[in-house]
Nanobody, 124 residues
Framework: QVQLVESGGGLVQPGGSLNVSCVAS????????MGWYRQGPGKQREMVAT???????EYADSVKGRFTISRDRAKNTVYLQMHSLKPEDSAVYYC??????????????????WGQGTQVTVSS
């Protein structure tokens, strides 16, 4: 089994900063991608930021220049630093991992995993 445990999030005023982190644990052979998605009220889940192999990063246009994703490979942890937060950033933020679980190592297959989500609210 693979577990993703998120921490951080909460309430912050517009223009403020907030950090979230996620630790992946369990029977993992390798992690290909770690990242963050979010889902606001009445909206579809959207990609916020991801970091893949060779530390290649992708960001949603709406967060470029304000959010920074980083990863500690030794700790299987991904971080998201959020600055200059706006009310429209309010959402449930989900940790995302694409990994090869131990049980699939022989065939080299991989799959997606999701965290339980952490609420980020930007409001005065």
């Amino acid at each position: 089994q693979v577990q993703l445990v998120e921490s951080g999030g909460g309430l912050v005023q517009p223009g403020g900063s907030l950090n979230v982190s996620c630790v992946a644990s369990g029977s993992i052979v390798s992690i290909n991608v770690m990242g963050w998605y979010r889902q606001g009220p009445g909206k579809q889940r959207e990609m916020v930021a991801t970091m893949g192999t060779r530390s290649r990063t992708e960001y949603a246009d709406s967060v470029k220049g304000r959010f920074t994703i980083s990863r500690d490979r030794a700790k299987n942890t991904v971080y998201l630093q959020m600055h200059s937060l706006k009310p429209e950033d309010s959402a449930v933020y989900y940790c995302y991992v694409h990994a090869v679980p131990t049980v699939w190592a022989a065939v080299g297959a991989s799959r997606d995993y999701w965290g339980q989500g952490t609420q980020v609210t930007v409001s005065s």
